[in-house]
Each structure stands twice: as C-alpha cells, then as structure tokens.
C-alpha cells in the first residue's frame, strides 16, 4: 500500500465509527455541537498519531508476550497529555467533554492500531495510519456533530443558520436522536458504499 | 441524596447505555442473544463493582497522599486490565463452570469504557466509598438491563424486512434510540 | 524462562516510567494554568462585576512577602488581590476582610475592589450572618452601591453614607470592613 492509500483507508474504506463503528460511546456522548465533535475528533487524532508514532518507533523494542500492556501505558499516557493540556489551555472544551477525555484509552480503536498496524509497520507508515484513521473519526464527529447542532438547537457553531421561527428539535441532542441520527447516517453510508460497488 | 435515591438514578434514570452511552460498543457487539447478553452483563457488574472498590482504595491511598491524580488514567486502565486477567485466571481455575458461561466476555471487558468511566465518575462526582458502592453497583445493574432488554428486541427485529443498507448496526442504533425515548420517561421521576 | 520473566518486567517498567515521568513534568508545567482556570471557573461572574466592573478574573498577588506581611499586622485581613480584564490587565486591587468591627452576629466578610486611581470600584459581601431581611440587607446593591467611587484616601466616616434603618450593628459591621481594606490599601497598595 502507498501512503495515500493508507491515509485514504482510515479516512473512507475503514472509517473507524462510520464503517468499523468502534469507540462509539464518545461519538454518541459528545456530539451535541459541532464545536464539541471537533474538540473530541482533533484530541483522538493526537493520541492515535502519538501513540502509532511511539508503539512502531518501539516495536522491536516490546516483546510480544507484554506488548498490550505496553501498548496500554503508551495510550493511556498519550491520553493523559492530551487531558492536562485540554484542562490547561482549553478549559471549556475540557469541561464540555468531561469525562470523555480520559476514556480516549479505551476507545478500540487507538488499541487496535497499535496493535494492528503500528506495532508490524514503519514509522512513517504509521504516522499515515493514524492520521489516517484520526480524521476518518474527525470525519464522522463532525457530520454527527453538524446534524445534531443544526436539528436540535438551530446553529452551527452557535452561529444560527435555520430562522428563528424554526423549532428547534430537542430530540436532536438528547440521548435518543444520538442513537438514531448515528444509525441514520450509517445507514446512508451503507446506501451510498453498495451503489457505488453496484 | 440518600443512598436508594442513588441507586435508582444510577440504575434506570441516568441508565448508562440509553443515558450516558458508555460501554455502547460491547452493548452493540454482543447483545444478539439473551444468553449471551446476560452473560455480558453479570460478568460487567462484577468487574465494575470490584474495580470500583480497587480504584477508589488506591486513588484515596496513594494517589491523593503522593500527589499523583494526573496519573489517574494510567494507573484506573492498568489496575481494570490486570484485574479482568486476575478473574480470568482465578474462575479458571476455581470455579470452571461460571468461567465457560462468563469467560469469552471478560478480554472484552479491560476496552469497555463503562468500567473505566464509572471508576472515573466515583472520583469527579467525588462520592464517599458507600456511596461508590452503590452508585457502581446500580449503574452496572443498569448495563446487565439495558442489554438484556436490547438483546431481546433484536431477536425480533431479525426477521423484519428491512432495507439492505440499514441491516446490522444501523437498525441497532435506531432501535436503541427508541428504547432510549422510552428511558427519557424516567427522567420525570421525582427522587 | 526466569530471566526472561525479569527481562519482560523490566521493559514495561522502563516504558511506565519514562511515561510516568514525562507527564510529572507536564503536570508540574501545567498544574498553576489548571488551577487559576479552575479557580476562575468558581469565581461568582455577579460578584466579580460587583466588586470590579469588567473584570474577569481576581489574581492572589504574586508578591506573597507583602500579604505575609500585611496579615501578621491586620490580622483581619484575608488576602490581596489584582483584577484584570478578559485580556490579562490590569484594572485595580482587591482586598479580601472581615469586619474590625462585630455586627449583629458576627464578623461580615467582604470583596473591597479599588480602582487604580485610588478609588472605590465596588463591595461585594461574601458571608456574613446578619438578621435576614433587616441585617442582610447591607449584602444588597442598593446599600453596597453607594460606595461605589468613594475616594479611598481617608476612612469613611458615619456621616459618609446612609445605614441601613433598623439594622445600626450591621451596617457599622460593613463600614468597618470597608474602611480595613481603605487602610490597607493607602498603607501598601497604592
């Protein structure tokens, strides 16, 4: 594979939420707004970069009995920078994604990388995969995020764009239409990757 | 708030699939059969409950006394990783017949968000040990149901004609969303 | 197999600890910005603006010698503050005490903000335990506002303001407070 097939497979063929849909919980959680969904996307990508960059930098280096627990602490501390840089220098942000911060190191799919792709790849081959597969999730926050914002409170950004006679539907960005917007937007991905084979 | 009030809104009002969507991957992967879905959900109280109790003890212990609460992340997921390990082995050994019924679900366990969440939010909610207690008890109770319950309605939804592209997980997200409208209703309880 | 086991303990050690270490020292640069946010974040926006219009944030001086210094003389004083605006500057001091002075039931305690031209910006009462509906009601604009501009170069006398009808105790419980942080303010920070 050359590196724009990787990028391109993380973004589109193996989409982590659309297509794969792992590390779902904070993709139904936070993406109330756009702003929220973009937040959460950038600190995946930096963790999944950071820690595709470590694990290949290090793999002759972790032998393969101890290599998910090594995988675990190089994750978990990755998530841990992001979470006190977030908390430091982008406090509202931090306290909009509260507890989704910290669960970053168990979104599947960081752990999958690693041990799929970064762990038997080289550096620059993972760097491309994780940024690959970091904006496949921006990708899919945002259209999440962007829909549930518009339908439910009306803005984008907090910018309005729908008139201010258009009620908004509260459904939208409570927990139900997290659950059935996603499913929605699976569906049509679904819809659009079978004709496009067709 | 008085201990069963906690329970309730842990349990059902604040479920922590339809409400706090933690732990929504192993809910959508393995919630086919009813067996296999309570499965899952005994084996998720028990783990949550004891690694509650582990991380609140040692967050309280060393963490807090040396100073070291940036470390929380790494030292909740590895203590919930050994921990799964731990109960693999020891129901392996000792008690062979709850380890074929629970033990293909607990490697799922160390990535399920829900266990580290609900240790997180015994710490940022910064609840008293009985009070962690109940409110890990109650919320993983709310998993074992929210599963179950999910686990029955796709048996049905199987055989519905649906259209090709909304099979498997697309349905199942809608379908969760609806019993998510149904849990919402919860939300009126006066506690 | 045993060397091995020391060989694979020893290589997650390693990898903890580089890790461990790493983010002691992005904690250690971190851990004031996450504190002065957090504190920000409990900052009541009514009372910042009460005591000091525009401003968003009450910094605890840098200089800790002279609070030191100023608590072991005033013993009624909690702290000394700087305002600053959404932008980082300056707009004036804030001195944090109690009354000198007992009111109804006890000591008040106060926001006392000045302006860098050495006037009052504002007062803001932060707890006091005065009858409610009669003492209380020194923690109220209407009463707190009048000091608003007031030149803090010399105490303000009885004559200077309107008490409160009916509540004598609370209201020289306020001044008295008021005129502590005038004191400290024209002794050491203008």
């Known amino acids: 594979m050359n590196k724009l097939q990787i990028f391109n497979n993380g973004v589109t063929k193996e989409n982590p939420i659309l297509v794969q849909q792992v590390g779902m919980c904070a993709t139904l959680a936070i993406t109330t707004s756009l702003l929220n969904g973009i937040g959460m996307g950038v600190a995946v990508i930096a963790v999944l970069t950071g820690s595709n960059i470590v694990i290949s930098l290090l793999r002759k280096f972790i032998p393969d009995e ?131 084979k067709a | 708030m008085d201990l069963v009030s906690l329970f309730i809104t842990s349990f059902i009002v604040n479920n922590i699939i339809f409400m706090q969507f933690l732990g929504a991957c192993p809910f959508l992967g393995v919630s086919k059969k009813i067996d296999t879905a309570a499965g899952m959900g005994i084996a998720v109280i028990f783990v949550i409950t004891l690694a509650s109790i582990i991380t609140f003890i040692i967050y309280h212990t060393i963490l807090v006394t040396f100073e070291l609460e940036y470390l929380q992340t790494i030292v909740f997921i590895l203590i919930i990783a050994a921990l799964v390990q731990f109960v693999e082995m020891f129901l392996k050994k000792s008690a062979p017949g709850l380890y074929q019924a629970l033990g293909i679900f607990l490697p799922l366990i160390t990535t399920n968000c829900a266990v580290l969440g609900v240790a997180i939010n015994n710490i940022i909610y910064e609840y008293e040990f009985i009070e962690s207690l109940v409110y890990s008890v109650g919320t993983s109770a709310g998993f074992l149901l929210a599963i179950v319950l999910f686990a029955g309605v796709r048996d049905k939804v199987d055989y519905a004609d649906l259209p090709d592209s909304l099979k498997g997980s697309a349905i199942s997200l809608i379908t969760a969303g609806l019993m998510s409208v149904a849990f919402l209703g919860f939300s009126g309880l006066q506690l | 197999m045993k060397n091995n086991f020391v060989k694979l303990v020893s290589i997650l050690f390693i990898i903890a600890a580089v890790s461990a270490g790493i983010l002691a020292w992005l904690n250690d640069t971190t851990k004031d910005i996450i504190a002065q946010n957090e504190a920000m974040a409990s900052m009541d926006p009514a009372i910042l603006e009460a005591v000091m219009p525009g401003s968003v944030m009450f910094y605890d001086f840098e200089d800790t010698a002279l609070i030191d210094t100023v608590k072991a003389e005033n013993n009624k004083i909690i702290n000394l503050m700087t305002a600053v605006d959404a932008s980082d500057n300056e707009l004036g001091k804030v001195v944090r005490t109690w009354s000198t002075v007992k009111g109804f039931n006890g000591d008040m305690e106060l926001y006392v903000g000045f302006t860098s031209d050495g006037q009052i910006s504002g007062v803001s009462v932060i707890s006091h335990q005065e009858t409610s509906g009669v003492g209380s009601k020194t923690a109220e604009p209407a009463f707190t506002e009048q000091f608003i501009g007031k030149d803090a170069s010399s105490e303000i006398s009885y004559s200077d303001y309107d008490a409160v009808t009916g509540a004598t105790y609370s209201s020289e419980s306020f001044l008295s407070a008021v005129n502590n942080a005038i004191k400290v303010y024209s002794d050491y920070l203008k």
């Open chain 1, 66 to 196: 101890v290599r998910i627990p090594a995988f675990i602490i190089v994750i978990a501390a990755f998530t841990t920078i992001i979470d006190l840089l977030m908390h430091a220098y982008t406090f509202e942000l931090y306290k909009a994604l509260g507890v989704f911060i910290p669960l970053i190191v168990v979104n599947c799919i960081i752990l999958a990388r690693a041990e799929a792709f970064a762990s038997k790849n080289s550096l620059s081959d993972s760097i491309i995969d994780g940024l690959g597969m970091g904006v496949g999730y921006l990708v899919a926050m945002i259209l999440l995020s962007s829909i549930r914002e518009i339908l439910g409170n009306g803005t984008i950004l907090g910018f309005r764009i729908l008139p201010e006679a258009y009620e908004p539907m509260m459904m939208a960005v409570q927990p139900p239409g997290a659950f059935i917007l996603l499913g929605l937007l699976i569906g049509i991905v679904n819809y659009v990757s079978r004709s496009k």
